[in-house]
């Protein structure tokens, strides 16, 4: 999963999928465009999330995927796993790229990304979710190749 609750912003992702650790799929809804927003719990939260185009970015394609977080965690922190690959490198305009392929950029409520060891020789992007007072958060995540 792309949104988990760990004890600490350092912990182990899970290896285990969502579903054997509690996680549910609670189904799907299509815009006036007929776009899906997937909606899925885990862990005290409920995520929605819905991928369209944004505006093309230096004659690139860009995609955006936005995750809509609501809920409070019984405990731990709250993060965003944008991405996993063997090599994850910061770019100007706040833009990582990943095994020289494909960029992201991450905005919204989340804290600045850093980059962690997800094991066998594999590094991830992580985030801390900001939950605001009322417990939600919204998340942007620009794609780009």
Request: proline fraction near 8%.
């Amino acid at each position: 999963a792309a949104v988990e609750v760990l004890p600490a912003k350092d912990g182990a992702w899970p290896e285990a999928p969502p579903r054997d650790r509690g996680g549910r799929f609670k189904g799907y809804r299509l815009d006036e465009k007929g776009r899906p927003t997937f909606t899925w719990t885990l862990a005290g939260l409920t995520v929605s999330e819905s991928i369209g185009p944004a505006a093309a970015e230096g004659g690139r394609p860009v995609v955006r995927r936005t995750l809509s977080v609501a809920g409070t965690p019984p405990s731990g922190v709250a993060l965003l796993r944008a991405a996993v690959g063997g090599r994850i490198d910061e770019e100007p305009g706040a833009w990582w790229r990943v095994d020289g392929n494909w960029r992201l950029r991450l905005g919204g409520d989340v804290a600045a990304p850093v980059v962690t060891d997800a094991g066998g020789g594999r590094k991830q992007l992580r985030a801390e979710i900001r939950l605001g007072g009322g417990g939600t958060a919204t998340i942007v995540e620009d794609l780009s190749w």
